[in-house]
C-alpha cells in the first residue's frame, strides 16, 4: 500500500464546505469521485480537518492510500484535468504510511482580509466587505490578549471536545495595506467558527461596539459565554498546513 | 431637465452582458430598475457601449435624464445599497445636457489578462487560464502591426458597421509579471469581439499556432476573411471611457 499527500487549492465560493454530505457539492466529494474515477476504485481522503462554506484554501492538504504506485507529477496533471476548475491539486507525494494529515497537524496558517474601505464588485465572494471605519490601534491592542495559550471555548460553536478547548496562538499578526485590513493567524489548531469569532471581536471593537478589555474578560469567563460576534466565510483563507517531518 | 454622468464598476460573471434582454440578468436591466425605483419613474440609460457576458468593466459608463436635482453622493450612496453586490457605482456627476456617454466617446481603454502559469482556482472568472508557454517576444513583434488606423473588419464578428471599419489603435502595451500576460489597449473604439479576436491571434502567434507576418496579412485581406481566433470573454475588463469634455 502506497500512501500520498496531496496539497491543494480551492475558492469555495461554490461549495458546502469541505465535508463530504449526502446532499449538495462538497470539496472532499467532487475530490473522491475524480479520485475513484482515475483509479478505478472506491477512494476515501482525510483532510487535515475541515473547512465551513464559501471558507478557501490556498494550501488545504488530505491524504489517500492506493495500492497503485502513482508517478506523481503526471498523475497531478490527470487530476487537475477530471476535477472541476474551482479545485486546484498543488503537489502530490508519497509520504510514509505512518503520515496523517489529521492527526500529525503541527500547526496551521489562516488569514483572513476585511476590506475597510470603498466596495469592489469584484471581491464579495475573496473578502469581508465591512465598509466602516475601523480603528486599527484598538484592534492590534485588543489582538495581543488572544496570542498563546488559552481556554477558547467563548469563540468557538463547539459544545464539546475531545482535547478540551485550550489552544495556542502562536502568532496573529495584521497588517493594513490599501484599505484591506489581512489577519494572518499561526496556531496549533482552530476549533470551527474560531477564527472567524475572534476576527468577528476585533471588528466588533474597531467599530467600537466593545471595548478593548473585552477579549481578555471573555478569555477567562466561564461558566461559558459565547461571543456573538462571526465574521462571514468568504474572507477566510486555510493558508497552509504544517507537519512534524517538515520541522 | 438635469443629465447625469455615472462611472460605475462591474463582475461580468453573472450577467448575459451590458444590454437589456427580454430574459436574463443583464446590467442594464439591473441598473435601469434601481434608478426607476429610488426615483419613481421609467429611467432608460445610455452608456457608452455594449459589453458581452462575462466581460468586467472597471470604468463603464452612461447617461441618464432626470426632472429632479440629485445630490450626488448620496444619491449614489442609496442607488449602491440598491444595486445588487456585483455592480458598483464609482461617480455621479451632474452634466451638460450635450453631453452623450456613447456619441462622445473620444477613447476606451480595456484590459485583457492571461494566466500563462500554473492554474489558479480563484481566477476562472477573471482571466483566461491559458496554461502554455507564449513566445512573448514573438507576441510582441505581432503586436505593434495593430498600432495605428487600420481596417479592423477580420477582427470582428460585426457583418456591417454605419462608421465602416476603420479603427485607431493609439496604444498596445503588452506587460508580464508572475506569469500574467496583461494586454492594455486604447483606440477610437472597438467592435464587437475586436479585442478579444486581436488577443486571440496574438495568443495564437505566441504558442505557434501562426507566423508573426499573419497579423499584417489579415489587416489588409479583402474581401473579407475574419479570423477564427477569439480570447474568452472573462479576461476582458473595459477600464475606463473618456470623453471631449475632460481633454
Chains 1, 2 share one sequence.
Not at 469592489?120 to 495559550?149: C, H, Q, T, W
Not at 471593537?205 to 473585552?214: A, P, Y
Amino acid at each position: 500500500m502506497f500512501r500520498y499527500k496531496v496539497t491543494l487549492s480551492y475558492d469555495g465560493t461554490q461549495f458546502l464546505g469541505w465535508q463530504r454530505q449526502p446532499e449538495g457539492r462538497t470539496v472532499q466529494s467532487e475530490i473522491e469521485k475524480a479520485l475513484s474515477q482515475i483509479l478505478n476504485t472506491e477512494i476515501t481522503i482525510q483532510s487535515s480537518g475541515r473547512t465551513d462554506a464559501q471558507v478557501h484554501a490556498k494550501g488545504q492538504v488530505f491524504h489517500f492510500d492506493s495500492d497503485k504506485e502513482l508517478a506523481g507529477e503526471k498523475f497531478r496533471y490527470s487530476l487537475n484535468r477530471v476535477l472541476p476548475k474551482d479545485i486546484h491539486i498543488i503537489e502530490i507525494k508519497n509520504v510514509p504510511t505512518d503520515f496523517h494529515a489529521r492527526f500529525g497537524v503541527k500547526a496551521k496558517h489562516y488569514q483572513y482580509l476585511v476590506n475597510v474601505g470603498e466596495a469592489s464588485p469584484f471581491f464579495n465572494n475573496y473578502r469581508y466587505e465591512l465598509m466602516r471605519k475601523v480603528d486599527i490601534k484598538k484592534v492590534l491592542l485588543a489582538s495581543k490578549d488572544f496570542i498563546g495559550r488559552h481556554d477558547f471555548r467563548n469563540f468557538t460553536s463547539k459544545e464539546i471536545d475531545d482535547n478540551g478547548f485550550i489552544r495556542e496562538i502562536y502568532k496573529l499578526d495584521i497588517s493594513v495595506q490599501d484599505d484591506i485590513v489581512t489577519f494572518d493567524f499561526i496556531g496549533s489548531g482552530f476549533m470551527r467558527y474560531m477564527v472567524r469569532m475572534i476576527v468577528g471581536t476585533l471588528l466588533a471593537i474597531g467599530i467600537g461596539q466593545e471595548e478593548v478589555s473585552f477579549v481578555h474578560e471573555r478569555l477567562l469567563a466561564t461558566p461559558r459565554q459565547t461571543v456573538r460576534y462571526k465574521a462571514p466565510g468568504q474572507g477566510l483563507y486555510l493558508v497552509s498546513v504544517s507537519y512534524q517531518e517538515e520541522a
